[in-house]
């Protein structure tokens, strides 16, 4: 056995009992001729995954083919440390196996028992069964058991997930219907229920933007016995795939409490109330950081449903108050202010208050939380549908900033609308032309990359859905330019028209606004016109201010609104646009 000071390492199959030690690094792990432990069958790649030394973090499982699968200890990942003297349980493909580091590796082979298997009872915190593997998995199919029910051979110390364990087992000669989910009937019927990591099906999470099947849907446990997840841990209550409902079809938990929360099966956030009632749009606001993205989001919430329901008759309601507190608060923070001071929102900090940090492909990442809400028509609420908003950081729409570990902006890729703010102060030739203007921005350091960011945004998305370089997005995309308080001027007395000043949305006179600015930024900016309509099919510009003045700068460089002067300019004209775009049934233009 191969030894590293006094640790030598193993892998035990646990369905043949076979032994396997290891003798040297890397310990290449799949299918093809040449791997050190050949796996055959479905799921395995030629050279899936292989354990290995990884600097600064010793011993790991490294997933080897992009396409693969690998579970370690029950999540999905890409790369998981190995601690000696601690089960691992790995599962590749149809195979069930432990990993274990160790310098006794002959007494742990002789402890384990492949013929035998346990499970673990949450509620009783003891093991029960001993059973073969199949003849234990039908007796908790009888008894109800869920799916996240961890099942071990006899001697081990790391298990799998039940749900696991029967998507293997329709391989298995004499293994019955062992195959069929342990899942509530479901119209599309999956095969077996979502591992982790594996996309499919028609519903998006808006925290992860992951896809996955109605019959996935997590439910979330509500008696406090049940505390204790094996993703999210021992704090959280367990989320598990529900076998028992009420005659109000709500799902039972172990204790035979209803519960009334669901959560995504990847990331087992818990969802907004009503996520499968409407259709949710994600609509995405990219800006390099200062750019305003805080106050330009507060102020549209605040003017957004006045104008829905003027205008479209469409109710514009908070689909989520617990979850939408910090930009409620945001919202009410800027328009309850009797001083420039009340009226500063703290900048949104890379995986500050508007992240969460949560599991997603295996890795614990910060992801920004969603703020979900619904569109009714007044008059017809079977006509409905919701919205998703986010607050990222403008950090995270930088080059260099998205990846497997920081995520966080990703949503562009799910989204269904995109805003681009840009602001006229990181532009030299802007500022250049305001430099006799008395605003207090000029005085901020210029950050002059929204064109890459732009571009980064191009590249990333295409990425990320793995289309081609020449293709355009079919989401169409909203230039804001914003401040047009500071800058308007320069077209004239009265250069842009207000599409809600009369009774009727006027999108003739969005579509001549978008013009006049698009000429300006030709003039001043063409890298972002240029860049703008690479990306998508459908582009338009849009003058927008969240102030509707100059702000005031207060402290060492804060510059907030005065709130005796706030009055915003055409801030929620984009998303009006947007929304038509995407759901015409509710919002349609002449």
């Not at 689909?319 to 009797?338: C, E, H, Q, V, Y």
């Not at 793995?466 to 047009?484: I, Q, R």
Request: charged share 20%.
């Amino acid at each position: 056995m191969l030894g590293f000071g006094t640790t030598r390492w193993a892998v035990f199959d646990c369905r043949t009992g076979a032994f396997t030690a290891l003798d040297r690094l890397p310990f290449e792990i799949g299918s093809e001729a040449g791997a050190d432990l050949r796996l055959n069958g479905r799921g395995v790649a030629g050279r899936h995954c292989a354990i290995c030394r990884v600097k600064g973090r010793d011993v790991c499982l490294v997933r080897r083919d992009p396409d693969g699968v690998v579970c370690v200890n029950g999540a999905a990942t890409e790369m998981a440390t190995l601690e000696p003297e601690r089960d691992h349980s790995l599962e590749v493909g149809g195979h069930l196996l432990l990993i274990r580091g160790g310098k006794n590796l002959e007494a742990w082979r002789a402890g384990l028992d492949h013929t035998l298997w346990l499970s673990f009872n949450p509620v009783t915190n003891d093991y029960e069964g001993e059973l073969p593997l199949a003849d234990l998995c039908r007796q908790l199919r009888r008894q109800g058991c869920h799916p996240d029910t961890v099942l071990l051979p006899k001697g081990a110390q790391m298990g799998f997930y039940l749900r696991h364990i029967l998507a293997t087992l329709g391989d298995s000669p004499g293994s019955g219907n062992l195959t069929r989910p342990v899942a509530p009937a479901t119209d599309e019927s999956p095969e077996a229920v979502v591992a982790p990591g594996l996309e499919r099906g028609s519903l998006v999470c808006p925290v992860c933007w992951l896809s996955f099947a109605v019959g996935d849907l997590m439910h979330v446990a509500v008696h406090d016995s049940l505390r204790g997840d094996p993703i999210l841990g021992p704090d959280a209550l367990l989320r598990f795939h529900a076998t028992q409902f009420n005659d109000r079809s709500q799902a039972l938990d172990a204790f035979g409490l209803p519960c009334v929360d669901m959560a995504c099966p990847h990331c087992r956030r818990i969802l907004p109330p009503g996520f499968l009632d409407s259709p949710h749009h994600i609509f995405s606001i990219v800006g390099d950081q200062s750019a305003g993205k805080s106050y330009y989001l507060s102020v549209l919430i605040k003017q957004l449903p006045v104008s829905l329901y003027q205008r479209f008759g469409v109710v514009f309601q908070d689909a989520d108050p617990t979850g939408n507190a910090i930009l409620n608060d945001m919202k009410r923070t800027l328009f309850s202010a009797l001083t420039p001071e009340q009226a500063r929102l703290v900048k949104t900090q890379l995986e500050g208050a508007m992240y969460e940090r949560l599991p997603r492909f295996g890795r614990i990442v910060a992801l920004p939380k969603p703020f979900v809400y619904t569109l009714a028509a007044a008059r017809d609420s079977s006509r409905r549908s919701s919205v998703v908003f986010y607050d990222n950081a403008g950090e995270h729409f930088q080059p260099g900033r998205d990846s497997a570990d920081s995520p966080g902006a990703q949503h562009v890729a799910s989204s269904s609308g995109i805003l681009f703010l840009f602001d006229p102060f990181n532009n030299p030739e802007f500022r250049r032309r305001m430099a006799k203007q008395c605003d207090p921005q000029l005085e901020r350091p210029m950050l002059d990359q929204q064109d890459v960011i732009l571009s980064e945004l191009k590249t990333r998305v295409k990425r990320l859905l793995n289309l081609p370089a020449e293709s355009k997005l079919a989401t169409p995309l909203a230039v804001l330019v914003g401040k047009c308080d500071t800058w308007m001027n320069w077209l004239g007395p009265a250069p842009f028209e207000d599409p809600l000043a009369s009774e009727r949305f006027d999108f003739q006179a969005v579509l001549r606004n978008s013009e006049k600015a698009r000429v300006l930024l030709l003039e001043v900016a063409p890298t972002i016109v240029a860049n703008a309509e690479s990306i998508a099919e459908q582009v338009l510009y849009f003058p927008v201010s969240a102030f509707g003045h100059s702000p005031v700068k207060i402290g060492a460089g804060d510059y907030v609104p005065d709130p005796r002067q706030l009055k915003p300019i055409l801030v929620e004209v984009p998303l009006l646009w947007l929304l038509s775009r995407v759901m015409p049934e509710l919002v349609s233009l002449p």
